[in-house]
Structure formats: structure tokens, C-alpha cells
């Protein structure tokens, strides 16, 4: 059973209509006001027209690279250089050092020649990054986003804005100084992104605007500074760029655009336990506990690798927490703005009809603060093999569960009041007396001998909902208008004890989308009633184009 239509959303209009009901246990909070749309502010890129990128584009994508590269380069080779450039140090007596390479210039008045060949150098390469800004150029039109690059080598890329899943802000620690940020439109395919690297930050924050407000179906944008009125010269461009950058690093993120603000706050000591109280940490543990006991029977050396795997350790909780610092998430009128980051800030929206499925997690070290967290499986228009797909999944860190709340009622407003409680008192708390999911078997509890209770699956009127795991709890929410198939699968120990497997066919990603040892009768009634409702959801989904 296939989606028709794969690149849309969940049922709900607009992720911040306004908060659910919430279980009737709990005393319900006002609802939340919608947000306030924001002036539609066109951007000078934003007619149609091809124009070129920041004058200070090449600087961020090959000066500082090739400046770092002859440094290292200097610094690691510096006797090799003196035996090529000057192969008479080669014959100098055995013990005898060859004399510092800028010595030797000076000595033999060579310095003005050395210098003079430089200055050309940079001149060249100066003239080389100019023609890649001067064929660098891009065009929003009122159905795509394209970029053309490259001067003997051209290339040319579309991102369809009915495709957009999403367009992704970042401001690199260097770009912040400088006052720029690239974009990247995230497009419905496999390396499907396209990249607008730099822009101004203001540029940057109207053209995402522009994109969001053309793929919600809207055909118009609202009339724009025509493009010379925005253009100066380049000295006027960087010293504003510069001026703006080192502004915001004191003023920090502007999300005057969220309503009202971040629903969400992350303590910094609650960060910084949720990461120490990790499934790395225990590794970490286990590792060290290891290597000094084989360290005490005879190999000494292995004390040696303890030093490095620290550093490394130490490393990535540095990375991790600062990743969490500055994070917030809120509804706007184009989705659900996700921010984080502390010295590289990335600003992600996430149109309504993009999440294709939700998982909410909790580890056993986090069970008795009560922390959960939630992931997404979204395009991202990315490689498989790119690491920042993961860390761009989770859209809350770490939280407890008023959190969980807030973020689920943006992320999945299709959720009726009634299926609150399966969702939180029955999903993620549950099991309860009169558990409405369906459960393992009492024949094929041995299959899954620790979360046989918790192990169950429920269909209600907007999503599948999927319960597992003890050690490590999780609920996995797919959205059916977004569910491009489901499977049912049973091997031989399964068949056996008249079990089989669940699976919700989504896009992929770190959320668990299948159940196993379930009775294999209520799961084939499951396979079809799922099938049926899914074809009726996706056939009357209109989220994808939330403006109309």
C-alpha cells in the first residue's frame, strides 16, 4: 500500500493552532494563542532574477581554508621545504643544521623577490576566488530556488518549492563575526539540498521567509526593495556585514519572530546530567574498568590509551552540551523553529506536513528524574553518511514532561483530546489497568521476556501508535497521513507461537517504527484496519501547502 502522496504532512492545518486537550486527570492550561503573522517583508533576491551572493563569500569558503592549509603545511614541512626550494643545504656536513629559511633571505637580499612572488600568488588566487563569486549566483522564482556555480566546471541546481522540507539557517562560529549565514533549503530526495552560502543575516532571514511563505502555497509575496536599493559597494557591504555579526554575538539569537518565545527552557545543570547520566558515560566506564584490569595482570601499555580516550570522551560532551546551549523551539507561522547551538547556531523550521514520524525516549538513568526525549523522522535531503542528519532528528534535548507535552502539541496538533490519554497515560507512562494497546501474547511473552508488557500497538484516528521497551522506554507516534506503507512479518520461531512484527513504512531515520510478538491474528486485523485508514487520511490531508 503505497502514499499517494509521500512529501506531506500530518492532518492538522498549522502546527500552532492552539494547544490539545490534555488527559482529563490533569488540570487543563489555557491554550495557547496562535501566533501572529509576521509582516511579509520580499527580499531583493526575491524577483525572479539571478543575483550573486556576499562579496565575502569566498573568504568563508576558501580563504580561511587555504590560509590554515599553508600554515600546517609550513609548520609540519618546514625542513622538506628548505631541502626543495634550496637543494644546496642538502650537502652540508653530517650534524650541522641548515640555517633558518628566513635568515637565508635576509642574508642574500632575496626577501624583495620571495615577497614579490607571493604578493603574485595571492593576486592569482585573489582573481580565482573573485570568479567564483562572479559565477556563483542564485534566483528564487515563484516555483523553485536555483543555484549556479563553478567556472570551468558548472553546475546547476533546482529545489522545487512544493518539495521543500524544510529551510535550515546556520551561522558558523567565523560566518557570526563576520555577520553572515548560509541557508540550506532542504529539499525531497536523496543530496537534494540546496546551498546558499553566505548572506547577510537579514538577507538570509527574509529570503527564508520568501521560501516558506512560496512552498505554503501562497503565489504572491509582498512587494520588495527592488535589488540596486539593497546593493552597495563592497567595502560598505563587509563593514556592515562585520558590524552586525559582532551586534549579534553580544545581543545573541533574534527570535522576535517566535510566539511569543522558545516553549520550551533547558536548565544548564539539567543539560549537562542528562549527558553525564548517557549510555556513553557507562561505556566510558566499562571501557576504563577493563583496561585497568588488564593493565594490573601484564599489559602496562594499555594505561597509555586512557589518556586519548578521555580527550575524545571529553570532546564530545563538550560538543554535546554546547550543541544544547541556546535551544529553543516554538510555533510560527510557517512551522515549528527549532534553535540550538552555542559558537555554530542553526535555525530550523520545519513546515506543517513535514514530521513523518515521532518517537519519544526515555533511559533507564533518566527514569527517576523523569527526562524524556523526542526525536523526528524528517527529509533531510542529505546522505545517509552525514553525521548531522542525527544530531538534526532531535527536536527536544532533554525534558521532563510538561516538555513533552508542549512539543507534541505543535509537532502532532492532529492528536484529538481522547487520544492525549493513549498517548501519555497509556503510551509513555503505561501500562495501566485496561491497557487499550495491543499486546504480546501470554505464549510469546518469552520473546520479549522484559517488555512484554509495555510491548504494544494502538490505531486511533490520526496516528499509529507504537509502545516499547523497559531498560530504555519509547513511543513512537506515525502520523497516517504521512505512512507510505505498512508490512506485516513473521519468521519461523514467530510462526511458532502464532506471532508476528508490525511495520509503519516512513521516511528513515532514528525512530523505531515496528513492533514484534504480537498475536498474529489481532495483528493481520491491525495490518488492514491501518491500511484502510491511512488511504482515507492521506486522501484528505491538505497540510503540505498550510496556506491554501
Known amino acids: 500500500m503505497s502514499d499517494p502522496d509521500a512529501s506531506g504532512g500530518a492532518r492538522a492545518a498549522n502546527p500552532a493552532d492552539g494547544a490539545s486537550e490534555r488527559e482529563s486527570a490533569r488540570v487543563p492550561e489555557a491554550p495557547r494563542a496562535a501566533p501572529t503573522a ?75 623577490i620571495v ?45 522545487p518549492l512544493d518539495r521543500v522540507q524544510g529551510v535550515n539557517l546556520t551561522r558558523p562560529m567565523i560566518a557570526r563575526l563576520l555577520g553572515l549565514a548560509k541557508l540550506e533549503v532542504v529539499g525531497a530526495g536523496l543530496d537534494a539540498n540546496v546551498k546558499l552560502e553566505y548572506l547577510s543575516g537579514k538577507d538570509a532571514d527574509a529570503i527564508r521567509g520568501d521560501i516558506l511563505r512560496l512552498a505554503s502555497g501562497r503565489r504572491r509575496l509582498a512587494a520588495g526593495q527592488s535589488p540596486e536599493s539593497g546593493r552597495s559597494s563592497f567595502a560598505r557591504q563587509a563593514a556592515a556585514a562585520v558590524g552586525s555579526g559582532l ?44 583496561i585497568v584490569v588488564a593493565a594490573s595482570l601484564s599489559t602496562l601499555w594499555l594505561l597509555f590509551t586512557v589518556v586519548p580516550m578521555f580527550l575524545a570522551f571529553g570532546a564530545y560532551y563538550v560538543r554535546s552540551v554546547a550543541r544544547g546551549l541556546r535551544y529553543s523551539i516554538a510555533p510560527t507561522p510557517d512551522g515549528v523553529r527549532v534553535t540550538f547551538g552555542l559558537f555554530t547556531t542553526v535555525s530550523e523550521i520545519v513546515p506543517p506536513g513535514r514530521v513523518h514520524a515521532i518517537e519519544v525516549r526515555q533511559p533507564l538513568l533518566w527514569r527517576p528524574f523523569g527526562w524524556w526525549t523526542v526525536s523526528v523522522n524528517r527529509l533531510s535531503g542529505r546522505s545517509s553518511t552525514d553525521s548531522s542528519t542525527d544530531q538534526l532528528a532531535a527536536v527536544l534535548p532533554i525534558g521532563t514532561r510538561d516538555d513533552v507535552e508542549r512539543v507534541l502539541e505543535i509537532l502532532a ?35 520479549r521476556p522484559l517488555s512484554w508488557r509495555r510491548n504494544g500497538v ?29 508490512g506485516l512479518e513473521q519468521g519461523p520461531l514467530a510462526r511458532a507461537f502464532g506471532a508476528a512484527t508490525l511495520t509503519g513504512h516512513v521516511i528513515a531515520g532514528t525512530v523505531q517504527t515496528s513492533v514484534g510478538a504480537l498475536d498474529r491474528d489481532e495483528a493481520v486485523r491491525m495490518f488492514e484496519r491501518t491500511a484502510s485508514t491511512t488511504v482515507a487520511a492521506a486522501a484528505t490531508d491538505r497540510s503540505h501547502r498550510w496556506a491554501g
Open 458 to 486: 494502538l490505531l486511533t484516528d490520526a496516528a499509529l501508535l507504537m509502545r516499547r521497551g523497559w531498560v530504555w522506554r519509547s513511543l513512537s507516534i506515525l502520523p497516517l497521513a504521512r505512512l507510505q506503507s505498512v
Open 247 to 290: 551586534q549579534g554575538l553580544v545581543d545573541g539569537e533574534d527570535l522576535s519572530d517566535a510566539e511569543p518565545e522558545s516553549i520550551v527552557r533547558i536548565p544548564v545543570g539539567r543539560l549537562v546530567a542528562s549527558r553525564v547520566l548517557s549510555g556513553s558515560t557507562v561505556f566510558l566506564i566499562a571501557l576504563v574498568v577493563g
Open 413 to 447: 496538533p492532529a492528536l484529538t483530546g481522547g487520544e492525549w490519554t493513549s498517548v501519555f497515560r497509556d503510551g509513555i507512562l503505561g501500562p495501566v489497568q485496561d491497557d487499550p494497546y495491543m499486546t504480546t501474547p501470554a505464549r510469546a511473552r518469552w520473546l
Open 38 to 112: 509576521r509582516p511579509a517583508v520580499r527580499s531583493p533576491y526575491s524577483d525572479g532574477e539571478w543575483h550573486r551572493l556576499h562579496p565575502l563569500t569566498p573568504l568563508l569558503r576558501g580563504g580561511l581554508t587555504l590560509l590554515v592549509i599553508i600554515g600546517v603545511i609550513v609548520a609540519n614541512l618546514r625542513e622538506r621545504l628548505v631541502e626543495l626550494l634550496f637543494p644546496v643545504f642538502t650537502d652540508l656536513p653530517p650534524g650541522e643544521l641548515p640555517p633558518d629559511p628566513v635568515d637565508f633571505l635576509f642574508a642574500n637580499n632575496l626577501i624583495l
Open 115 to 159: 615577497g614579490g612572488a607571493t604578493l603574485a600568488l595571492l593576486i592569482v588566487l585573489l582573481v580565482l576566488f573573485r570568479l567564483s563569486w562572479r559565477f556563483h549566483t542564485l534566483r528564487i522564482g515563484d516555483d523553485d530556488v536555483e543555484v549556479r556555480s563553478g567556472v570551468l566546471f558548472r553546475t546547476h541546481r533546482r529545489a
